[in-house]
């Protein structure tokens, strides 16, 4: 099965100012996702980039950048299937690649480890699916069983509209729910060239992670947050005591 491994990359970032190509623990936060790209994906893993500073930086972290993204894909409300499309058709005619799966990564979740990514093209080729997402359970107060909204009346509620008091009390009794955590999401191309375009696909696996491996940097706090993980990474201070190999 051919990978294609696409980091995208938008410059631009307001919320936390160039947070990409910012150091994390001494390395540009786009390295992390490289490197286990490098080590976890076959086939070839490319970022999909509007700003050479960008492209500059990923190249010298080890990755390939075989364009900069067009404009009107790097706007604030492109969406990714769009972006995914576009590398997927520009590896397919320029490079003579064409792939059998594209893994979708994220860098602002550096967490990830190359065993995650062995594991979602695993369960992919046994599976037969359309794509395979990696998540973790939604626990206690995550799960939406426990979330509270208001209705229009402006009273607060279960998030079914349910009153609370019909609010189940203990957690062993919550349904199974499933948060995603942006380390991979593995998908057939043809998802992309749906009525739809979409990532998942009609038949989609769940690649369940340990919780520990959850980021999302979009705040100085995430930053803050994911910084910490990455140092118990670092150190092999994880669950369980060791990573897999």
């Known amino acids: 099965m051919r990978i294609l491994g696409v980091i995208p990359a938008r410059g631009g970032s307001k919320r936390v100012y160039k947070k990409n190509i910012r150091p994390l623990l001494e390395k540009p936060l786009i390295a992390w996702t490289?490197?286990?790209?490098?080590?976890?994906?076959?086939?070839?893993?490319?970022?999909?980039?509007?700003?050479?500073?960008i492209a500059e930086i990923a190249k010298a972290a080890g990755g390939e950048v075989p364009f900069i993204r067009p404009e009107q894909l790097a706007t604030d409300t492109s969406g990714i299937e769009g972006v995914l499309r576009h590398a997927y058709e520009w590896m397919r005619d320029h490079a003579?690649?064409?792939?059998?799966?594209?893994?979708l990564l994220l860098p602002t979740n550096p967490?990830?480890?190359?065993f995650h990514l062995r594991e979602a093209v695993e369960r992919m080729a046994n599976t037969g699916a359309d794509s395979v997402v990696a998540v973790v359970p939604a626990l206690a107060n995550m799960n939406p069983a426990w979330i509270l909204k208001r209705d229009t009346d402006g009273r607060?509620?279960?998030h079914d509209g349910e009153p609370l008091t019909k609010i189940l009390t203990r957690s062993q009794d919550l349904p199974p729910r499933f948060s995603r955590n942006d380390l991979v999401y593995l998908l057939k191309p043809a998802n992309l060239y749906q009525a739809t375009p979409n990532l998942y696909g009609d038949h989609v696996e769940l690649l369940e992670t340990d919780d520990f491996f959850t980021a999302d940097i979009?705040?100085?706090n995430d930053w803050f947050m994911t910084e910490q993980k990455m140092r118990l990474l670092r150190d092999g201070k994880v669950p369980g005591g060791s990573l897999p190999q």
Do not use: K
């Open 34 to 53: 490289i490197e286990a790209a490098c080590l976890g994906l076959p086939g070839r893993t490319i970022v999909s980039t509007d700003d050479p500073e």
């Open 96 to 103: 003579q690649y064409e792939a059998d799966a594209i893994a």
């Open 111 to 114: 967490t990830r480890q190359p």
């Open 156 to 158: 607060v509620c279960l």
């Open 218 to 220: 979009n705040t100085e």
